[in-house]
């Protein structure tokens, strides 16, 4: 069955003035590293379809502003441990920069965040571009144009003062609090793996803080590919061979300080180190 969605679309666009300006306020905060307040009522996206497109003018930004094109793509909120931390009941999708993948043996500064955070995730790389011509999609479906999957960390910033007050249009049209990612080798003979069995688990400093299952994430992990396939469609767009989509962590946050390494492991996926310094 075609995965569905909730018609964010529909309504009417924020103006197009009001959408940079909060697009140019987002990127100030976000370029400037400092904790973000509540957005003011006038800029608050009306609702989802407004905050991405609002996302998508913040993506021209900080392109711009040297952090490369938008090469990959993140869905927050696609398991039970993450909604029941962040509150919120849905998927939520967001861009990842270029020059901020690194591959599977990482390190970061913890100073160059306001407050880093590290998941524990399942990516995919896609072989060829899925359109909206062929929409809608469902998991069996978009794994036709799926190359490699492999075991992934989503670097998270925590820059705002409450993200609990940020509400989720606002945090959306901000990336859902991506800021990069750490990539293992992708496995191309994915399909001989039970994407819905395998376990993932996440280490820092040698000390098990979690693991999750690929079924956490909405019950099989290329359900959320549908639903970004999906959502994307109703935008128009189009999801470019080459890009990767991470599919949403199957272990709750966890909030990073220099000095801490964590390491991540998923079945059949391999691993992905990271160094804090």
């Not at 021209?60 to 490369?68: F, I, S």
């Not at 696609?78 to 029941?84: D, E, F, K, W």
Request: aromatic share 8%; with cysteine.
């Amino acid at each position: 069955m075609p995965v569905p969605l909730r018609g964010i679309f529909g309504g009417e666009r924020v103006e197009p003035d009001r959408a940079q300006a909060t697009a140019e306020h987002l990127f100030r905060w976000r370029t400037d590293k400092r904790p973000m307040t509540r957005l003011a009522a006038e800029l608050c996206p009306a609702d989802e379809g407004d905050a991405y497109q609002i996302q998508s003018l913040l993506h021209e930004k900080l392109t711009a502003h040297g952090l490369g094109p938008v090469s990959g793509h993140k869905i927050g909120c696609t398991t039970p441990v993450m909604q029941a931390y962040l509150g919120i009941g849905q998927p939520c999708a967001g861009g990842i920069f270029a020059h901020s993948v690194q591959g599977p043996l990482a390190t970061v500064r913890a100073a160059d965040y306001v407050r880093l955070g590290v998941e524990c995730e399942i990516a995919v790389l896609l072989k060829s571009d899925i359109s909206p011509e062929s929409a809608p999609y469902d998991r069996r479906s978009v794994g036709l144009f799926v190359d490699g999957v492999t075991a992934a960390m989503e670097l998270v910033d925590d820059r705002y003062d409450d993200f609990s007050d940020f509400g989720v249009a606002s945090l959306i049209a901000d990336d859902f609090f991506n800021t990069g990612c750490v990539l293992g080798a992708p496995v191309t003979d994915w399909q001989n793996l039970d994407l819905a069995a395998i376990t993932g688990a996440m280490w820092i400093d040698e000390a098990e803080i979690g693991r999750g299952s690929g079924a956490d994430i909405m019950g099989h992990p290329l359900e959320a590919l549908a639903w970004i396939a999906n959502l994307w469609a109703q935008r128009g767009l189009t999801l470019r061979a080459g890009s990767f989509v991470m599919l949403g962590s199957v272990v709750q946050t966890q909030w990073l300080e220099a000095g801490n390494r964590v390491r991540i492991s998923i079945d059949g996926l391999g691993e992905a180190t990271l160094r804090v310094e």
